[in-house]
């Protein structure tokens, strides 16, 4: 599976947008990008998912560049509610049904006032 | 709707004690995954049941860790022997089976403290 680096913290402002950038060297044809968000004292929860190019949701906006060896994380006009550990994970779509999830050890986002 | 449910959500017990860890999946996930969070780290996993069967359970650290699913629904980690490295909050998720992406949903997780 290919490895993944982020950076281990960020800090922000309320009302600005955060990009995380994730490294993946090694990403493989069939990998997919996924990133988690997980608050303290919860379990991780889904944000988006993205194979190429562009991906947004309601949440956040996935950019992955032609060569697929990065991607960023753009979640738009933050709020405090926002802090939280960001994980990228890198892995193929889920065959047989299933596919057990990698995580590093996130980036973390603190949001001040 | 009801999502994931674990308990206890906290269980503090001593070395060598055996303990037991229940999931609750989301009504008609098939897919049914344990992973381990140690503090300041992302999750590890631990285990995966499609249905009644452990189709991986590679990432069982060792024979004392085992986990059941009979029914297909609700799951039970049981831990023997417990050590102090076994520490840790014990999260369970479930997904559709089927169901594109890696979108798993997990729940609050057990806390589990060996003393």
């Known amino acids: 599976l290919a490895k993944t680096t982020q950076p281990i913290s960020m800090d922000s402002y309320e009302g600005q947008e955060v990009n995380i950038t994730c490294s993946h060297n090694?990403?493989?044809?069939?990998?997919?990008i996924t990133w988690y968000q997980q608050f303290p004292s919860q379990g991780p929860r889904f944000i988006i998912q993205?194979?190429?190019t562009k991906v947004t949701n309601e949440v956040a906006s996935l950019f992955i560049p032609a060569d697929r060896k990065s991607s960023t994380l753009s979640l738009p006009r933050v709020s405090l509610s926002d802090t939280a550990v960001y994980y990228c994970?890198?892995?193929?779509?889920?065959?047989?049904?299933?596919?057990?999830?990698?995580f590093g050890a996130g980036t973390r986002l603190a949001v001040h006032p | 709707g009801a999502g994931v449910s674990q308990t206890p959500s906290n269980k503090v017990t001593e070395k060598g004690k055996y303990v037991e860890l229940r999931c609750d999946p989301i009504?008609?996930?098939?897919?049914l995954y344990w992973y381990r969070q140690s503090l300041g780290q992302g999750p590890e996993f631990l285990i995966y049941?499609?249905?009644?069967?452990?189709?991986?359970d590679s990432g069982l650290p060792n024979d004392r860790f085992f986990a059941v699913r009979p029914e297909g629904s609700v799951s039970t980690l049981k831990i023997q022997r417990t050590e102090r490295g076994d520490s840790a909050v014990y999260l369970c998720?479930?997904?559709?089976?089927?169901?594109?992406?890696?979108?798993?949903?997990f729940g609050p997780g057990t806390r589990l403290t060996v003393l």
């Open positions: 009504s008609g996930h098939t897919a």
């Open positions: 994970l890198v892995s193929p779509a889920p065959t047989g049904g299933y596919n057990k999830l990698i």
């Open positions: 998720a479930s997904s559709l089976i089927g169901r594109s992406g890696n979108e798993q949903f």
């Open positions: 049941f499609q249905g009644t069967g452990a189709a991986d």
């Open positions: 090694n990403i493989a044809t069939n990998d997919y």
């Open positions: 993205g194979y190429k």
